[in-house]
Structures are given as structure tokens and as C-alpha cells.
């Protein structure tokens, strides 16, 4: 148990479908990310936010948008997806940003785009 | 962008022997974490190393920190099978952003 829960954790949707993924954190963490992982590849940083404010995003294509409504809290709206968006989606947090901050991972939900 | 770089990505041993994993970039970092990621779960924080030249001993496992802060080693002694799992090292930047590899799936057979 990391703290860090994600749901759903298996996702198939079609490319015209809408869905939502959900990560909560019960660390009172003040940081949350959203990464990307693909087979072979490193993990792929997507969204930040602090605070409830989104501070980076990666060039993430306008069809994953994120939502933090509160510290705890992050979702990551989906639609129109490409088959290539077929991946680990990972939640994390961190009790702030910045240098050796510990970043605690959720279990993440496995997307498949058909 | 920084980019990391992990050797080898694939390691198959035996239990009972002793491994090494590197990871290696030509930037330097403010800090280097390790994690071990097991089927089916998100990535687990084993340690932070943040001055050059720095080792740390979690048990078995080795960690050091390359003088110039710029690259990395884990050296497992005496492996055991719950020591499988996809090894990564996360390089931050001065603002704490983590740049990761791609991993060293580490298999360890009884």
C-alpha cells in the first residue's frame, strides 16, 4: 500500500470514447504527477501540478486533459484517443516539488486503445 | 533534455550471484533516485543519493554516485528471486524534475 490509488486499474476504450482516470493520495502530499509508461521506454512525465495548479505540461496532445480539484485528488480526462496512447498510465505525489523529493507511485491503470 | 541512459536492459542470474546495473548520462544531476518496479504495481523508491562520490547500503543492495553527479550503479550481492523487478533511475534537475531511464529488468531464478 503506497498511499497513492488509482482506478480504474484495466482500461479498453475505443478511439471515439470518453473516459476518465482517477488518482487519489492519502500522504497530504502537496504535489501530484501524471507519467506515461511504455514498454522500453522510460517513463514519459505528462502533468504537474502543485497546489491544485498545473505547473508543467510536457507537450501533451490536447486529447488527455488533466483536473486537480483538490491536493488529493487528480483525474486525466480522455478522448479521441490513438491507438499508440495504449500504455501504463502512473499516478505520483510528493509531499512538494523540488530537489530529493521522494515521488510515491500509484499501481497505475493499464490503457488499451482498440 | 537530460537524457539517461541504464545498462544492460535485461538481466537473467542465478540466485546467489552478485549483479551490477549503471546508469549513465552526460548532464549532471542535483540528485539521483533508484526504483524497483514489479509486474503489475507502479514504481517503488529504494534510495536517494545526492552528493557526488556518495554510497549508500540498503542490505544488499549498493548504491553509489558518480563523483561528477552524473552517473550511477546498483550492485545487488547475493541475489535472491524477490529481487526480480524492472530497475530505474531517475535523474532531478535543480527544480526536482525527474528524468527516468527505460529500465533494467532484472530476473533472478531460484
Known amino acids: 500500500e503506497t498511499g497513492v490509488t488509482q482506478t480504474p486499474r484495466h482500461l479498453v476504450m475505443g478511439m471515439t470514447n470518453k473516459k476518465s482516470l482517477k488518482c487519489e493520495q492519502h500522504?497530504?502530499?502537496?504535489?501530484m504527477y501524471w507519467y506515461k509508461q511504455s514498454a522500453k521506454k522510460p517513463l514519459e512525465l505528462m502533468f504537474v501540478y502543485s497546489l491544485e495548479e498545473r505547473v508543467e505540461n510536457n507537450s501533451v496532445p490536447s486529447r488527455f486533459s488533466p483536473e486537480c480539484p483538490n491536493s488529493s485528488h487528480l483525474f486525466l480526462h480522455l478522448h479521441t484517443l490513438q491507438p499508440e496512447d495504449s500504455a501504463l498510465y502512473l499516478c505520483a505525489s510528493s509531499q512538494s516539488r523540488g530537489v530529493n523529493q521522494p515521488q510515491h507511485f500509484g499501481d497505475g491503470t493499464r490503457l488499451s486503445i482498440l | 533534455t537530460q537524457l539517461l541512459e541504464q545498462s544492460p536492459q535485461f538481466l537473467s542470474i542465478q540466485e546467489g550471484e552478485n549483479l551490477t546495473v549503471y546508469c549513465n548520462s552526460s548532464s549532471v544531476f542535483s540528485s539521483l533516485q533508484w526504483y524497483r518496479q514489479e509486474p503489475g504495481e507502479g514504481p517503488v523508491l529504494l534510495v536517494t543519493v545526492v552528493t557526488g562520490g556518495e554510497v549508500k547500503k540498503l542490505k544488499r543492495l549498493t548504491f553509489q554516485f558518480g563523483d561528477a553527479r552524473k552517473d550511477s550503479s546498483l550492485h545487488i550481492t547475493a541475489a535472491q528471486p524477490g529481487d526480480t523487478g524492472l530497475y530505474l533511475c531517475a535523474g532531478a534537475d535543480s527544480w526536482g524534475k525527474l528524468q527516468f531511464g527505460a529500465g533494467t529488468q532484472v530476473v533472478v531464478t531460484p
Open positions: 500522504l497530504g502530499h502537496n504535489a
